[in-house]
């Protein structure tokens, strides 16, 4: 192994293997993930993306094979140094109830001995980053917020210590949809901020495909398919996959991966009375609103109100370039 | 805490801990109108403060050795490495809790001899099993995902078990403290059929000698602090 093709990843599996009472969980499983990458691992339950997860900070140690963190493997590492360097958040359950949610926020800076100044400027940095007005939010408790604020303030919590990497281990799984949606914008929001390298598991594929730069699909502890949204939609590996993404919804899925903006046409807008479409909706979104309207052309404004030109119904036909 | 402050019970049933415990034997008169049969209506083989104080000694002592026996028994069968000890330590314990106090003390007594020291054993013994079984099932409560969360953000299994189990647990860690302090304060008043010195003096004695106004000068003494105790453990338990 050259120190140069080491660092080329910030997380990388070779041929990884784990077992629990002799049954192979995950097995022969590569695959090495650049910085900045946002992976999303899926599968159906007991598919071994949560173990996957687990073993990359230790709280599963795997059998065979080798996992690099920053080009190092992971057991040179004391497993508790390790997971300081690695953010990690799950579903709301994992706050610590009995402290505010600034102590929460500032669990890892306190267990890195971060002098108290800088603890409490970065917790307030995380609540601004997060939406949730500092000053409101930093002496509550946990069961004085909703499960999507909750929610909020573990991501907080794994992101204070400016961690290399965050695992996310099915974090939205037990939020209601409007406030998963918000959530999951918010974290694309992050991740194109921060530049972290973020591992994320879920079930749910829109989560991934909305998500994910790459998504790796999982089954019995192997990987299915690996690739862009976009690869696995269009070229999908096998009939699992092609479950996986849901057969029937296959080209809306493929809509939603792009916005109004990359197929409206720059045309000047005949007087209309219609509502506009935004020029950063998706191009499923777009679909939705001219079936709704019953239109075959739609204007588009930019985020100020700005017309920027109209968008075709038959423009979403075309195949994606 | 709700109501008036004079509602309070705990400094009244202090102060008439206090002054029965000093002023007992200004009741004397009381006692012989009450008991005109009895030609010794007050015990007075030793002072009531005397006696408190040792009692309260007593318990303190074994109490002491109960709480930190038991937490420890109780930590340990919570950790990975005591789990599988875990059965093995509540049936030990739980058999301490079955056998009568007095057949520690009976046993005890011939092989260690008279005076505290198998009395504090006895007590130590019998208040073992709140303890054990509150601190075990206060750190099991702590749901999955704290836990989780705990180490996964890189706490060692010390700090996991000082920062986040122990506060969790505490308010059950403490009602099985304050049952354990309780029980013993009652079962210390048994001690002295192997001659400790407690407010079970007159009881005993009293008892043996027919003599009803002892056993309620001890009685209520014992009964008074068993009380303001429990009052107390309800202060220091955690408003949720």
Known sequence: ?321 | MKGHRWADPLPWALLALVGLTWGMPTLKPLFAAGFPALDRPMYEQDSFVALMAAHIGLVAVSSAVSVLLGWAAGVFATRSAGLAFRPLIETVVAMGQTVPPVAVLAVAAPLIGFGETPALIALAIYGLLPVVQQTVAGLSSVPAGVLEAATGLGMTPFQRLRRVEWPLAWPVILSGVRTSVIINIGTAAIASTVGAKTLGSPIIIGLSGFNTAYVLQGAVLVGLLAVVVDLGFERLMPKR
């Open chain 1, 1 to 321: 192994m050259t120190a140069t093709r080491a660092m080329d990843a910030m997380i990388e599996f070779q041929q990884v293997g784990k077992s629990f009472n002799g049954q192979a969980v995950v097995e022969d499983f590569s695959l090495a993930i650049a910085p900045g990458e946002f992976t999303v691992l899926i599968g159906r339950s007991g598919s071994g993306k949560s173990t996957t997860l687990k073993m990359i900070n230790r709280l599963v140690e795997h059998d065979r094979g080798k996992i690099l963190f920053a080009g190092q493997e992971i057991r040179s590492f004391k497993p508790e140094d390790l997971r300081r360097r690695m953010g990690y958040a799950i579903q709301s359950t994992g706050l610590f109830p009995h402290w505010t949610v600034e102590r929460n926020i500032a669990c890892v800076p306190e267990l890195l001995k971060w002098p108290a100044a800088r603890i409490r400027d970065r917790v307030t940095e995380l609540l601004d980053l997060l939406q949730l007005p500092p000053d409101t939010y930093r002496g509550r408790y946990p069961h004085q917020l909703s499960g999507g604020q909750q929610q909020r303030v573990g991501v907080a919590r794994a992101l204070a210590a400016d961690p290399d990497v965050l695992l996310m281990d099915e974090p939205f799984g037990a939020l209601d949809p409007i406030t998963r949606e918000a959530l999951q914008l918010e974290m694309s929001r992050i991740h194109r901020l921060s530049g972290k390298t973020i591992v994320l598991v879920t079930h749910d594929i829109d989560e991934a495909l909305r998500l994910g730069s790459r998504v790796v699909l999982l089954d019995h502890g192997r990987i299915v398919q690996a690739g862009t949204p976009r690869q696995l939609l269009a070229e999908p590996a096998n009939d699992l996959v092609r479950d996986f993404i849901g057969r029937a919804d296959i080209g809306l899925r493929l809509l939603a991966l792009d916005t109004v903006a990359s197929r409206m046409r720059a045309e000047p807008v005949e007087s209309s009375t219609a509502p506009p479409l935004r020029d950063t909706d998706t191009l499923r979104e777009a679909l939705s609103a001219l079936i709704a309207l019953g239109a075959t052309r739609l204007p588009v404004v930019d985020a100020a109100g700005t017309p920027r030109g109209q968008l075709h119904l038959a423009d979403l036909v075309q195949t994606a370039a």
